[in-house]
């Protein structure tokens, strides 16, 4: 891309950016919560490019201005400052052009947006729910070192630990854009607890990350929804309490059901249930974009395909191998205590190169 062609477009951006601004001020538009939401973020996804966009038309500028002075300068000591300062802007620049380039490419509106995360026990028995429970402690540590919330919807406890189901929601900045390279199954290679002969075994757990569906994504009836409750149980059926606080809905045009059992109040079940509900519906949607992404990056396969093995945790050896990117870590205990930044790190680094290959840049 030349010099001119990006600086047109960075002067097209700001123009767009400044337009925004002022409809976000225009009370016919905060008046429109749900306008006002979807103009905001445009506005919010915006604001760094165009700061880049101004870094850059500085730079340029400095570059012009120090090249006129060693056309016209006599004294050396000052050449030589002009000299120095082109060198480093002939360095800086073109640094700085990639990463607008970058930032050109329309992102993913998902990215900003809260979690629903699933994980599910898939083959190998009573180890795989052992193993489900370690990939939830794994999120949670990872969770903690960023500072986000994590909310249980529903969990399904295995018969010697771990979960066979569990469904949560994770609340912060940027959640869905980061977590969402971990939909997919991950395999985990190890002595299982269960195992009396000492075999290592293979077992699988399969995780799903959706964007949380807002209340202005997608208008739902509640005469289309089907209220059941029950009375909460815990591990083997026993009741846990005896007043029917736990909520099933059901979306009679999609038939999705999702349920919520965590909290003791019917009324706070039901909103966390609702919530979730109109996550799953509203993804129904989204999948269909996944799956025409996920035909042309491979670190999206997860996501397009959910039955894509995207990682295997092999215990004996001590090593965590990503097959999306190539990736191997030497050390699975740290990894498992949610040292997870650097293989996230290297998936969107992946990702950005092919979304400016798909750009054509």
Request: glycine share 6%.
């Amino acid at each position: 891309m030349s010099d001119n062609n990006l600086l047109s477009k960075l002067t097209g951006i700001k123009e767009k950016f400044e337009n925004l601004s002022e409809q976000l001020s225009d009370p016919s538009v905060m008046s429109d919560m749900k306008k006002y939401i979807s103009l905001n973020r445009e506005y919010r996804g915006l604001e760094p490019l165009v700061e880049a966009g101004e870094k850059y038309k500085s730079l340029m500028g400095n570059l012009q201005s120090a090249k006129e002075l060693l056309m016209v300068e006599k004294d050396e000591e000052m050449r030589d400052m002009a000299k120095e300062e082109v060198s480093m802007l002939e360095e800086e620049i073109p640094r700085l052009e990639e990463e607008i380039k970058l930032l050109l490419i329309p992102a993913d509106p998902q990215d900003e947006k809260n979690a629903i995360l699933e994980i599910r026990a898939g083959a190998g028995g009573d180890e795989a729910s052992i193993f489900a429970g370690d990939l939830f402690r794994m999120y949670s540590k990872y969770a903690e070192r960023r500072g986000w919330k994590i909310e249980i919807n529903s969990q399904n406890e295995g018969t010697s630990g771990g979960f066979k189901e569990l469904i949560c929601k994770v609340s912060g900045t940027g959640v869905y854009g980061v977590l969402k390279y971990e939909s997919g199954v991950h395999r985990v290679q190890r002595v299982p607890q269960t195992e009396t002969q000492g075999r290592v075994h293979t077992s699988a757990a399969s995780v799903v990350v959706l964007p949380e569906a807002e209340e202005f994504d997608i208008d739902i009836s509640v005469n289309d929804i089907r209220k059941d409750t029950f009375c909460s149980s815990g591990p083997g059926g026993q009741s846990v309490n005896t007043t029917y606080s736990a909520i099933r809905l059901t979306h009679i045009p999609s038939g999705v059901v999702v349920q919520c059992q965590d909290q003791k109040s019917q009324i706070k079940n039901y909103e966390k249930a609702f919530a979730e509900l109109r996550t799953r519906v509203y993804n129904l949607e989204y999948d269909k974009y996944l799956n025409e992404i996920s035909s042309k990056r491979k670190t999206m396969v997860s996501t397009g395909d959910r039955s894509a093995k995207i990682r295997t945790y092999n215990y004996p050896q001590s090593r965590v191998t990503d097959h999306r990117i190539n990736y191997n870590m030497h050390n699975l205990p740290m990894f498992m205590d949610g040292a997870l930044q650097d293989v996230l790190d290297e998936l969107q680094v992946a990702e950005n190169a092919e979304r400016l290959k798909e750009s054509g840049e």
